[in-house]
């Protein structure tokens, strides 16, 4: 169990708690050998038994927790020296001749082929076309 969540004051309670909940338990089974007869009895040996098994349980989860946020800061702290390593800073390999220069085509063109029927006009066309008697 992690020793940075709990004072030691807490953990001597804890230690405590448990060592008299496995009294009790060894107590009321005659050290596990006989199961109470009454239900009183009985019903008081399955609430100590559930309280340390919550402890267990509740040590358990803060372990893994505890493993699951190292493992993450981990794969963060691989991920950000990767990202720095491949950074500006970084020496990269020069491009190829072929990468440097685009290709140059060259095609015969066709009369025409790249018109899509457009005529521009100048100001002066269109004031004139405007006038009375140019149509």
Known sequence: MSTDLFSLEDQAAMQQNQQIRRKIVNDLTQNGTVIPAENEHREFLMKAMDGSDK???????IKSDDTAAKAQAGAAAAITDLLLSIGPKAKRAPALPSQREAPVIDLETVVDETSIGVRTFSFDEIMKAGQPGNT
Request: net charge positive.
């Open 55 to 61: 402890v267990i349980l509740a040590r358990a989860k």
